[in-house]
């Protein structure tokens, strides 16, 4: 299995509403990432899991907030955005050891009304 | 800082071959992805150098050279599903799913 799962994969929400993006994968990767890919632009890095502690937050704004229940899921939730964070957004895997490719799920396509 | 060039578009015929090029300037070196992303769906792996010279793979090749900070991604026998944007990206930091993305090649291949 070299999969990873996200869901939904089309998400409309209001500016006051709640709601939360997830990532699954089973190939016993212990890093895990969110990425934002805005149209025509490529993917920027948002947070980084280790072992399930986040150890990367690339400056991202307090609304999003990430989750890593486990070592097989993480969680983005979301609150009070924006309607420019409006974007496509990418969970990625990958083993915690040099020369090793990240997976990336199909990505969650936001729109923020 | 990290720095990622690459043309924004290409075009070539379908069963030629096609290069893209890519220039990097990162601090630290941990080696180039390439990820083939189609439109509307999530980039996939599709070679990784970390050593000078070329990897080859199928109808795919890839090449490094660390001195230049240079890479190019060689297509060959073109096909019309290849038409999909080239990433070419960099780690950083401790993990190798940090990536720095260069802003992506768009190919298009025509009949």
């Known amino acids: 299995d070299t999969e990873v799962t996200q869901t939904p994969k089309h998400l409309v929400m209001g500016m006051t509403n709640k709601k939360s993006l997830k990532c699954e994968q089973h190939?016993?990767?212990?890093?895990m990432y969110w990425y934002k890919q805005k149209a025509k632009k490529p993917p920027e890095l948002m947070f980084v899991?280790?072992?399930?502690?986040?150890?990367i937050n690339e400056s991202v704004p307090s609304r999003f907030s990430p989750e890593c229940p486990n070592s097989s899921l993480l969680n983005l939730h979301l609150h009070a955005l924006q309607p420019e964070d409006s974007a496509l957004y990418l969970c990625?895997?990958?083993?915690?050891?040099?020369?090793?490719?990240?997976?990336f799920g199909q990505g969650t396509r936001l729109t923020v009304v | 800082g990290q720095n990622i060039d690459q043309p924004t578009e290409m075009t070539a015929t379908e069963g030629a071959i096609v290069q893209i090029n890519c220039t990097y300037q990162t601090s630290g070196f941990n080696g180039l992805f390439w990820y083939q992303q189609h439109a509307g769906e999530a980039p996939t792996f599709l070679s990784y150098?970390?050593?000078?010279g070329l990897e080859e793979k199928g109808r795919f090749s890839s090449f490094l050279s660390r001195s230049k900070g240079y890479s190019y991604l060689l297509l060959k026998e073109l096909q019309m599903k290849d038409s999909a944007s080239y990433l070419c990206a960099a780690p950083y930091g401790g993990s190798q799913g940090n990536l720095i993305f260069g802003k992506g090649t768009k190919l298009s291949v025509k009949p």
């Open positions: 190939m016993g990767h212990r890093a």
């Open positions: 990625a895997s990958s083993q915690e050891r040099m020369n090793t490719e990240a997976f």
């Open positions: 899991y280790s072992y399930e502690k986040l150890s």
């Open positions: 150098n970390v050593l000078d």
